[in-house]
């Protein structure tokens, strides 16, 4: 996980990128894919780091 740039996306990155756990990561590209996968269209991009931000708020509250 250590290729991607959790940083892409500066809203994500202020946010969230910092909080993110090595196991949530290998879930989310497992299940979702590199973020460059995303790169057809601006939309696309946004709404892969909004589905990492609510996927990683619902990880988060299940581990507690």
């Known amino acids: ?35 460059e996968q995303y790169e057809g269209a601006p939309d696309e991009q946004d709404e892969y780091w909004v589905r990492c931000a609510f996927a990683w708020h619902g990880w988060n509250a299940r581990t507690r």
Not at 7 to 22: I, P, R, V
């Open 1 to 35: 996980m250590n290729a991607i740039n959790w940083n892409t996306d500066s809203w994500f990155a202020s946010h969230l990128a910092d909080k993110l756990t090595e196991d949530f990561k290998a879930w989310w590209v497992e299940f979702y894919g590199r973020p």
